[in-house]
């Protein structure tokens, strides 16, 4: 319901459906502690995550899980988890020097080939172009 609110009210809901849960506060849902639930994602995302690691933490069926995530999120769990991995490792593609395999261990991909081949999907360039294209800057210093 809170959902159908917030797009009734915005023109672009299309962006709306890329937030996430920081932006788009829900505390609860059915019973679920959302915001716990987050807190867990948000700890955990560089490990390996099933639907039942996030149904155990959530004290809610995976069915409930999965209607929640499609319902606030337009997405299914372990897709949302992905986002979160995708998001971490272009702010370390950015941010930082580290290679892009330790990136992928880091963010919680347990390979650098399926990595790569997510991230590519995602930002349509691979890891190593998307740190060329958005670091430049990082390197620039003023006289």
Known sequence: ?????????????????????????????RGIDVASLMEYIQFHYSHIIS??????AAHASKTTLTNMFKELYHTTPIRYVNSIRMQKARELLVNTD????DIAELVGF?????????????????PIEYRMLHSSNRYFTFP
């Open 110 to 126: 347990q390979s650098i080939h399926y990595f790569s081949r997510c991230f590519k999907s995602k930002e349509n360039c691979t």
């Open 98 to 101: 580290t290679s892009i395999g």
């Open 51 to 56: 639907l039942d690691d996030m149904a155990l």
């Open 1 to 29: 319901m809170l959902v159908n609110l917030i797009r009734e009210a915005s023109d672009d809901a299309p962006a709306l459906q890329s937030r996430t849960a920081e932006q788009i506060p829900v505390k609860t849902y």
